[in-house]
């Protein structure tokens, strides 16, 4: 039997549009003698819609070109991913019954599971966790046949078709080890030839590793052929960016692999399934993803997002600091020099050196390039404010005074909210977020400052990340130090203060190699760290193989009261401001597990110690 995977760049949003070219792929693989020819999840709607679920139109219009690909299945079997409707139900939330489908059309009809009550293949296990909200919309497997006073492993059934009897599944059905059952062991155990998982999976680090690892195993176990066919494009929530790699493939029954097209390519997958499903795969091989993966999921992720807001030209502010020297130089790959603009915009505070660097930067790229100053309109801002009496009804007073800290945050706020923002609407662009993962954790950014921008290209990479990829991108994307060395070198510096002169080697308050390690506890680990966690560590002598820090704490802190100081200083502002700075920032690009937006879901709720935490502070300082 010769099946083919499709894995496809969809759409989100537009079924029509999608719809048009899964029947140019269905016309191909009948051209080609295929038998099947399977897509991805929701590969018609799109999958991370927001709220669109909502709206009827949009649904009929799914449901209208669903129909349109069982019109064109003659000769062939058809899988593909769309809504499923039951305009007569009503989900829990009182709208029409939606189910996250598998559709297998054959010769002009639709073919259900066998004693299924619809004609589609339900979805059984729904993700509710990360970025994922699927019973927020969609009614799954088991609810139906609690609904219909059946045992769920009766409606889990396959599908018969001229190509034997499949094993439809849905991505999370694939990932069964945190649930109760396990779809694709009943289907086993109901006769199923070949098993197709259709996914709509986002691309995070290092999840191949893992789905080659499980799915294999699955196969192995099952001793049946697996087909994994998932989707490339982005999608996106709203505040998180999510991009998607295909990776599509089959495992044969014996845990071998056969490769699809290459991650963040559209291609299809022929295979000619042999009887019985032996070994007909390479044996898996497992690694974890790199460098090179990182940047070229970061410039995907920039691409397609900037064709989906229709933006043509980009403006950065170039500090001579390696994050916007990073950005710089992604965008420089994927836009004509002359549709790229660096601003530099020194103050008093801003060394020869990073103007330098940022100068070289943009000589380097053959962008375009300005210096603006800003001295002059900071010092404006100030002379309005410092000194401005403030009257209240009744004859009450304020002289207000703008102190050093917060001349910062002016400064800040000019060079992006005044500066960038002219410059790129003059341009007719946008303009970037340089901030990284490490200072969006603890809100070191300024609010409606550099934390402004269209994009927050680099927010999920923390700032040890920062430099590997940008070492990557000299070396391998532009073959050249298009960013220059002293980039690397530099002090990381806001320079909006004496405070932090780079050429005196002052600069940040993070000490990146660990507050990275720190706030990656905090925000990465699947059961997340606090300082409770932390301080415990610390008194236990494991904080560094527990944090993964390379270095000795013991070299930052002269003792417990310093390293309780700094842990509950990040600590504060990471729960504190630092979540009213992410709430409002832009879209973040997300590359790695839990990135800020609605993959990091929080409440402004201010910040908390725990009871135990209190407890252990006063033993490692020994008070009372």
Same mark, same amino acid.
């Given at each position: 039997?010769?099946?083919?995977?499709?894995?496809?760049?969809?759409?989100?949003?537009?079924?029509?549009?999608?719809?048009?070219?899964?029947?140019?792929?269905?016309?191909?693989? @009948?051209?080609?003698? +295929?038998?099947? *020819?399977?897509?991805?999840?929701?590969?018609?709607?799109?999958?991370?819609?927001?709220?669109?679920?909502?709206?009827?139109?949009?649904?009929?219009?799914?449901?209208?070109?669903?129909?349109?690909?069982?019109?064109?299945?003659?000769?062939?079997?058809?899988?593909?991913?769309?809504?499923?409707?039951?305009?007569?139900? @009503?989900?829990?939330?009182?709208?029409?019954?939606?189910?996250?489908?598998?559709?297998?059309?054959?010769?002009?009809?639709?073919?259900?599971?066998?004693?299924?009550? &619809?004609?589609?293949?339900?979805?059984?296990?729904?993700?509710?966790?990360?970025?994922?909200?699927?019973?927020?919309?969609?009614?799954?497997?088991?609810?139906? *046949?609690?609904?219909?006073?059946?045992?769920?492993?009766?409606?889990?059934?396959?599908?018969?078709?001229?190509?034997?009897?499949?094993?439809?599944?849905?991505?999370?059905?694939?990932?069964?080890?945190?649930?109760?059952?396990?779809?694709?062991?009943?289907?086993?155990?109901?006769? /199923?030839?070949?098993?197709?998982?259709?996914?709509?999976?986002?691309?995070?680090?290092?999840?191949?590793?893992?789905?080659?690892?499980?799915?294999?195993?699955?196969?192995?176990?099952?001793?049946?052929?697996?087909?994994?066919?998932?989707?490339?494009?982005?999608?996106?929530?709203?505040?998180?960016?999510?991009?998607?790699?295909?990776?599509?493939?089959?495992?044969?029954?014996?845990?071998?692999?056969?490769?699809?097209?290459?991650?963040?390519?559209? $291609?299809?997958?022929?295979?000619?399934?042999?009887?019985?499903?032996?070994?007909?795969?390479?044996?898996?091989?497992?690694?974890?993803?790199?460098?090179?993966?990182? *940047?070229?999921?970061?410039?995907?992720?920039?691409?397609?997002?900037?064709?989906?807001?229709?933006?043509?030209?980009? /403006?950065?502010?170039?500090?001579?600091? +390696?994050?916007?020297?990073?950005?710089?130089?992604?965008?420089?790959?994927?836009?004509?020099?002359?549709?790229?603009?660096?601003?530099?915009?020194?103050?008093?505070?801003?060394?020869?050196?990073?103007?330098?660097?940022?100068?070289?930067?943009?000589?380097?790229?053959?962008?375009?390039?300005?210096?603006?100053?800003?001295?002059?309109?900071?010092?404006?801002?100030?002379?309005?404010?410092?000194?401005?009496?403030?009257?209240?009804?009744?004859?009450?007073?304020?002289?207000?005074?703008?102190?050093?800290?917060?001349?910062?945050?002016?400064?800040?706020?000019?060079?992006?909210?005044? /500066?960038?923002?002219?410059?790129?609407?003059?341009?007719?662009?946008?303009?970037?977020?340089?901030?990284?993962?490490?200072?969006?954790?603890?809100?070191?950014?300024?609010?409606?400052?550099?934390?402004?921008?269209? =994009?927050? *290209?680099?927010?999920?990479?923390?700032?040890?990340?920062? &430099?590997?990829?940008? @070492?990557?991108?000299?070396?391998?994307?532009?073959?050249?130090? /298009?960013?220059?060395? $002293?980039?690397?070198?530099?002090?990381?510096?806001?320079?909006?203060?004496?405070?932090?002169? !780079?050429?005196? $080697?002052?600069?940040?308050?993070?000490?990146?190699?660990?507050?990275?390690?720190?706030?990656?506890?905090?925000?990465?680990?699947?059961?997340?760290?606090?300082?409770?966690?932390? =301080?415990?560590?610390?008194?236990?002598?494991? =904080?560094?193989?527990?944090?993964? &820090?390379?270095?000795?704490?013991?070299?930052?802190?002269?003792?417990?009261?310093?390293?309780?100081?700094?842990?509950?200083?990040?600590?504060?502002?990471?729960?504190?401001?630092?979540?009213?700075?992410?709430?409002?920032?832009?879209?973040?690009?997300?590359?790695?597990?839990?990135?800020?937006?609605?993959?990091?879901?929080?409440?402004?709720?201010?910040?908390?110690?725990?009871?135990?935490?209190? !407890?252990?502070?006063?033993?490692?300082?020994?008070?009372?």
């Amino acid at each position: 039997m010769r099946i083919r995977l499709v894995q496809m760049e969809v759409a989100p949003g537009r079924p029509a549009e999608n719809t048009r070219r899964i029947l140019e792929h269905v016309a191909a693989a @009948r051209r080609d003698g +295929i038998a099947l *020819a399977a897509f991805s999840e929701m590969v018609i709607p799109g999958y991370l819609l927001g709220d669109e679920w909502e709206r009827p139109a949009f649904l009929r219009d799914c449901e209208t070109c669903g129909e349109r690909v069982r019109e064109a299945s003659a000769g062939l079997t058809v899988v593909f991913g769309n809504v499923g409707i039951d305009w007569h139900k @009503r989900n829990e939330d009182g709208r029409a019954r939606k189910y996250d489908a598998l559709f297998v059309a054959e010769d002009g009809r639709f073919i259900g599971p066998e004693g299924s009550p &619809y004609p589609f293949a339900i979805k059984t296990l729904m993700p509710n966790y990360r970025e994922f909200d699927d019973s927020r919309h969609f009614y799954d497997l088991r609810k139906l *046949a609690f609904e219909l006073g059946r045992d769920v492993r009766q409606l889990l059934a396959p599908v018969v078709t001229r190509c034997g009897r499949l094993g439809a599944v849905l991505c999370e059905d694939g990932w069964d080890g945190d649930y109760a059952l396990s779809p694709l062991r009943i289907l086993a155990e109901k006769g /199923v030839d070949l098993f197709v998982n259709a996914s709509c999976s986002p691309f995070t680090l290092n999840k191949n590793h893992k789905r080659n690892r499980v799915f294999a195993a699955a196969a192995k176990a099952l001793g049946r052929p697996l087909c994994y066919v998932n989707n490339t494009g982005i999608q996106n929530n709203g505040k998180t960016v999510f991009t998607f790699d295909g990776s599509s493939c089959v495992y044969d029954g014996e845990g071998g692999q056969v490769e699809g097209p290459a991650a963040f390519t559209e $291609g299809v997958l022929d295979v000619t399934i042999p009887p019985g499903g032996g070994r007909f795969g390479r044996p898996v091989t497992l690694h974890d993803d790199d460098t090179a993966m990182t *940047a070229r999921a970061l410039l995907y992720g920039m691409e397609r997002f900037m064709k989906a807001c229709g933006v043509q030209r980009v /403006v950065v502010g170039a500090s001579g600091g +390696i994050d916007s020297a990073l950005v710089a130089a992604l965008y420089a790959r994927l836009l004509p020099a002359g549709d790229l603009v660096l601003v530099n915009m020194p103050s008093r505070y801003n060394s020869a050196t990073t103007v330098n660097l940022a100068r070289e930067l943009a000589a380097n790229l053959g962008c375009g390039y300005a210096e603006i100053p800003i001295e002059d309109s900071v010092r404006l801002t100030r002379s309005q404010i410092d000194g401005l009496t403030v009257t209240w009804a009744g004859g009450a007073t304020r002289r207000l005074e703008l102190g050093e800290a917060l001349l910062e945050n002016v400064q800040a706020r000019d060079r992006s909210g005044r /500066v960038l923002a002219a410059v790129a609407a003059a341009v007719g662009g946008v303009f970037t977020c340089n901030a990284n993962k490490a200072e969006m954790t603890v809100g070191y950014t300024t609010l409606y400052g550099d934390l402004g921008g269209y =994009l927050a *290209a680099i927010a999920d990479l923390w700032k040890g990340d920062v &430099y590997a990829v940008a @070492r990557h991108v000299n070396r391998e994307i532009h073959g050249r130090d /298009v960013i220059p060395e $002293g980039s690397f070198r530099v002090v990381p510096s806001a320079e909006l203060s004496p405070a932090q002169a !780079v050429d005196e $080697g002052k600069g940040d308050p993070l000490v990146y190699p660990y507050h990275d390690c720190l706030f990656r506890s905090w925000v990465e680990a699947w059961n997340r760290a606090t300082p409770e966690d932390n =301080l415990e560590w610390y008194m236990a002598g494991t =904080l560094e193989t527990r944090l993964g &820090y390379a270095g000795s704490v013991g070299d930052l802190f002269a003792g417990p009261e310093a390293f309780i100081a700094d842990l509950e200083r990040w600590w504060t502002q990471y729960q504190g401001l630092g979540v009213a700075k992410r709430i409002q920032a832009p879209p973040v690009l997300a590359v790695k597990r839990r990135a800020f937006g609605f993959d990091h879901r929080e409440a402004q709720m201010g910040p908390r110690y725990t009871e135990r935490y209190q !407890v252990l502070r006063r033993q490692a300082l020994k008070t009372p």
